[in-house]
């Protein structure tokens, strides 16, 4: 498949080096100043995009991304806002992945055809949907896949070899190993139990395997490019916006890339 | 949709995936999927062996105080003057509400899988109280999740809960209700894999869980079937329960799903009315969508996003309801009415002076459903309403809207 999120990995493999994801919520704190975040990502470093879609019920999630997801529907950020804020971003960047990342219900609530057709027209690469495992799948992957967009699995320290199989089946894109029990960004990485999850994952699958969860600093992201394709940073870059916010800090955009950039320049130079 | 040409039996749900119809399922994160699924195979196996089902038998006579009553309320029938009215008095049981029967399976199941600690959501606290308790019994840590709005109505339950020995942690996130209460044990669970086990309270959650708390809270509808059988000679032309999640519900109806003469009413809270906006009426009001694990009937606004349930009753505050209700619902099987909180207020001092029983807030919805059916009805219509609480715990919450301080 030559999509870009293909060719980033492809291109970053060559490179011998890892992809930096970002994540941020879609409309946190409001709808511009999001806006103006993403478009700073890739300048900053970032090599693929994760955007968080606001749920009133983020169930997996900790106190920083929950925050946030409060923060932007309390500006009224929707789901057809965030594709919106895609098509925007896809005008002026038509090579970084974005990878929207959520939960099913707003998705259901938006007609899952209509959602896909929409996601893929905005210039969305692929989804993550957290609370959808493998035996959910008919409802949300396969159409997912059926429009060309990457249907994203995860798995975790508690998936053991058994279940491992019928993670990947249907996996594409990549697979994203969140690197510890618990939700988003409340507990510290152990890089030796990450580098052994990863070793015993690509035993059976040739996708990229992406880390995250937890991931703070730029010496973690460093740690973690030496053992994995690509570092998740989420929470602390949410956690960094909510700070912000509650400042009324108006160089919100400028302190995210600030914060990338260390983090891209962390992952540059774990491997040399 | 004719519900005489629906499948032979209603009660062989889920399927082997958890779906009733197309609710229910496993819709959770993938850290809590290989729990979930070791969960179901501990739950069967212990179905299937006789040493389970006898201590549970056995902690239901001597410990909870079953079975429950199934009583012939004379005064409510004469003044309703229709219907004749049985109540099944669940909130006899210890702690006062049905909610045990649900903890004490739980807890035995959580003892078989080696577990260590065990938390829970809450709304009302019954089911925190019951908890707490089966948890004291056991000597198991106890972490109690309950939004901090309802800590403030329902005191009484929190200092019980106290004193049990349980750990009440306030979730201010979201609404503050029992939806945040169920979202921030949903966290833990995830955090605290190895050593935990999550007592769901109602017969919601991802699979396996609306199945086996549907299973524990059949005894409801078992005993209730004998009961009437033993008193009248001939099963109730029909059921009254509350609900909520539904737990109560289902645990009365279920034994007498394929009773088809069997009438059955499940009563949602309408808070100020279907039509203010402020209600707890998930079938009524809502449409069918994915939250805490399953797909079913949620408030919800047209964007997806989960919109707050009202109502005067705590327990029945959840802008959700089991998975199996949305498909009873779908297919026709049970009516699900409402009733709005000055009903089910009207309902509780009916109750109070006519029978000398205090009834928790949310039979209180029942009784106040049964005011209006039970006078259209003949004589020899058998009735059973689920007194699945009791109303002590609501003393502060009635005082308040009645004008009195206490």
């Not at chain 1, 991931?215 to 998740?232: C, G």
């Not at chain 2, 609710?23 to 994160?29: E, L, Q, W």
């Not at chain 2, 069918?288 to 964007?303: A, C, F, V």
Request: charged share 20%; proline share 5%.
């Amino acid at each position: 498949m030559t999509d870009r999120l293909t060719r980033r990995f492809a291109a970053l493999k060559a490179e011998n080096r890892a992809a930096l994801i970002t994540f941020v919520t879609a409309g946190d704190p409001d709808t511009e100043t999001a806006a103006a975040i993403l478009a700073g990502l890739p300048g900053a470093g970032a090599d693929i995009i994760e955007i968080g879609v606001p749920f009133t019920d983020p169930m997996a999630d900790g106190p920083a991304i929950q925050e946030a997801n409060l923060r932007a529907l309390a500006h009224g950020q929707s789901l057809r806002k965030t594709l919106a804020m895609v098509s925007t971003f896809r005008s002026a960047d038509n090579i970084t992945p974005i990878i929207l990342m959520g939960y099913a219900n707003p998705i259901l609530a938006y007609g899952i055809d209509i959602f896909m057709s929409d996601a893929k027209a905005a210039g969305v690469d692929g989804l993550i949907v957290v609370d959808l495992p493998p035996e959910e799948d008919a409802e949300i992957g396969a159409p997912a896949r059926a429009k060309g967009l990457h249907f994203i699995r995860m798995a975790t320290p508690t998936t053991d070899a058994k279940r491992l199989p019928t993670v990947l089946d249907q996996a594409s894109g990549f697979l994203y190993y969140v690197s510890m029990t618990g939700i988003t960004g409340t507990r510290d990485v152990d890089i030796t139990s990450i580098a052994k999850a990863v070793t015993n994952i690509k035993e059976y699958t040739e996708l990229p395997v992406a880390v995250g969860f937890g991931i703070k600093t730029p010496e973690h992201a460093a740690s973690v490019a030496r053992v994995a394709d690509a570092v998740v940073v989420g929470s602390a870059i949410v956690s960094l916006v909510g700070i912000a916010a509650a400042e009324r800090a108006n160089d919100i955009p400028t302190r995210v890339t600030a914060f990338v950039n260390t983090l891209s320049t962390a992952i540059k130079g774990a491997r040399l | 949709m004719n519900i005489a040409t629906q499948a032979e039996s209603f009660r062989e749900g889920p399927d082997v995936r958890g779906h009733f119809g197309a609710f229910g399922g496993r819709y959770v994160a993938e850290t809590l999927m290989p729990l979930i699924l070791d969960l179901e195979t501990a739950y069967r196996v212990a179905q299937a062996d006789p040493a389970f089902v006898s201590e549970l038998d056995d902690l239901l006579k001597h410990y909870v105080g079953r079975p429950s009553p199934l009583y012939y309320a004379p005064r409510l029938t004469k003044h309703l003057g229709g219907a004749k009215i049985y109540l099944k008095r669940d909130e006899l049981n210890h702690t006062g509400a049905h909610k045990i029967n649900n903890c004490i399976g739980q807890i035995l199941l959580a003892l078989r899988m080696g577990k260590k600690r065990i938390i829970a959501e809450t709304g009302a606290g019954q089911h925190g109280v019951a908890t707490a308790t089966v948890a004291a019994r056991f000597g198991l840590p106890c972490v109690i999740y309950m939004g901090s709005r309802d800590i403030e109505r329902q005191a009484p339950n929190v200092f019980r809960m106290k004193l049990l020995g349980a750990e009440v942690r306030a979730v201010e996130s979201g609404s503050k209700t029992l939806k945040d209460a169920m979202n921030e044990a949903l966290r833990d669970w995830v955090t605290n894999v190895d050593e935990t086990f999550y007592i769901i309270g109602t017969a919601a959650g991802p699979h396996p869980y609306p199945e086996m708390v549907r299973n524990f809270q059949s005894i409801i509808g078992q005993e209730a079937r004998v009961q009437m059988m033993d008193a009248e000679g001939r099963l109730p032309n029909s059921l009254v329960a509350c609900i909520g999640g539904g737990s109560n519900a289902i645990g009365l109806f279920h034994p007498f799903l394929d009773d088809i003469n069997v009438k059955m009413y499940g009563v949602e809270a309408a808070g100020h009315g279907l039509n203010s906006g402020e209600h707890a009426a998930s079938l009524a009001g809502g449409v069918p969508g994915i939250l805490h694990g399953n797909k079913t009937y949620l408030l919800q606004s047209e964007d997806g996003q989960i919109t707050e349930a009202h109502s005067i009753s705590a327990g029945l505050d959840y802008p959700g309801i089991g998975p199996e209700h949305a498909w009873l619902h779908s297919i026709g099987r049970v009516n699900y009415v409402s009733a709005t909180d000055e009903e089910a207020l009207d309902a509780f001092q009916m109750c109070a002076k006519l029978e000398g029983i205090l009834p928790a807030l949310e039979p209180s919805h029942a009784l106040a459903f049964v005011k209006k059916l039970a006078p259209t009805l003949p004589d020899d219509h058998l009735m059973i309403v689920n007194l699945c609480g009791r109303g002590d715990k609501d003393i502060f919450t009635i005082g308040e809207r009645l004008g009195v301080t206490l």
